[in-house]
C-alpha cells in the first residue's frame, strides 16, 4: 500500500509563510494521478484546499486559499509542495496529503481518494 508522508508543519504568526511537502513511497502508475492537501481546524469537518493532476493539469484551489497558497509538483513526480503565504488564523489546522492513482483528480470528494498521509500541524496565531 502506497504511503504519503507530509513535513512542514509548524507554527507562524499572521502573514507568515510555512512550505509542505507530500511525498509517495512509490508511484503506482506509470502516468498522471491525483495528488491533493485537505486540512481540518479543530472541531470542523476536513476540507479540500489544493488539488493537481500530475499528467499535466493546472492545480486548482478552494476558495478560502485561492492567491495565497501555490501547489506544485516537486523534483519527482511522487512528491507534491504546497507554499503557504500570507497565513492567517483561520489557516490552522492539520493538513493532510492524499491521492488518488492512476485518474483524474475526483474533485474534493474525500471517499474518492484511496491514500492518505498522517497529517501534518499548521498554527497561525494572531
Known amino acids: 500500500q502506497v504511503q504519503l508522508v507530509e513535513s512542514g508543519g509548524g507554527s507562524v504568526q499572521t502573514g507568515g509563510s510555512l512550505r509542505l511537502s507530500c511525498t509517495a513511497s512509490e508511484y503506482p502508475y506509470s502516468g498522471g494521478s491525483c495528488m491533493a492537501w485537505f486540512r481540518q481546524a479543530p472541531g470542523k469537518e476536513r476540507e479540500g484546499v489544493a488539488r493537481i493532476y500530475t499528467g499535466g493539469s493546472k492545480p486548482l484551489y478552494a476558495d478560502p486559499v485561492q492567491g495565497r497558497f501555490t501547489l506544485s509538483q516537486g523534483n519527482t513526480k511522487n512528491t507534491i509542495i504546497l507554499q503557504m503565504n500570507d497565513l492567517k488564523p483561520e489557516d490552522t489546522g492539520k493538513y493532510y496529503c492524499?491521492?488518488?492513482?492512476?485518474?483524474?483528480?475526483?474533485?474534493?470528494?474525500?471517499?474518492?481518494?484511496?491514500?492518505w498521509g498522517q497529517g501534518t500541524q499548521v498554527t497561525v496565531s494572531s
Open positions: 492524499a491521492a488518488v492513482w492512476g485518474r483524474a483528480c475526483p474533485g474534493f470528494r474525500e471517499a474518492a481518494y484511496n491514500s
